[in-house]
């Protein structure tokens, strides 16, 4: 399975991105994609999580009711919209992805792709 993610960029403090993640390869199978981000410095921490059905949906109290996560099965592709950015956002973007219909927090990833660098300037 190969994962790339998209969308990074500089945006000022207040404005909006939205992230892609394609997966590839092995993708006949149900997954769980998640996105998680490392800020220099710091460690990796996560983000946002969609299962499979795109039922449930999980995100970190830092960017709730700031990022949607959703999902389209059929291109293999899960997207992470991120409104209202702030300088603490700033972070290089990691899609991972966990085969399994299901999604829960503690779920140890399966494939992860190469980051994508968010830059929020203020």
């Known amino acids: 399975v190969q994962l790339q993610a998209s969308g990074g960029g500089l945006v000022q403090t207040g404005g909006s991105l939205r992230l892609s993640c394609a997966a590839s390869?092995?993708?006949?199978?149900?997954?769980?994609m998640g996105w998680f981000r490392q800020a220099p410095g710091k460690e990796r921490e996560f983000v946002a999580a969609?299962?499979?059905?795109?039922?449930?949906?999980d995100y970190a109290d830092s960017v709730k009711g700031r990022f949607t996560v959703s999902r389209d099965n059929a291109k293999n592709t899960v997207d992470l919209q991120m409104n209202s950015l702030e300088p603490e956002d700033t972070a290089v973007y990691y899609c991972?992805?966990?085969?399994?219909?299901?999604?829960?927090?503690?779920?140890?990833?399966?494939?992860w792709g190469k980051g994508t660098l968010v830059t929020v300037s203020s």
């Open positions: 969609i299962s499979w059905s795109g039922g449930v949906t």
């Open positions: 991972a992805l966990r085969f399994g219909s299901t999604w829960a927090r503690y779920y140890r990833m399966d494939y």
């Open positions: 390869g092995r993708t006949d199978s149900s997954y769980a």
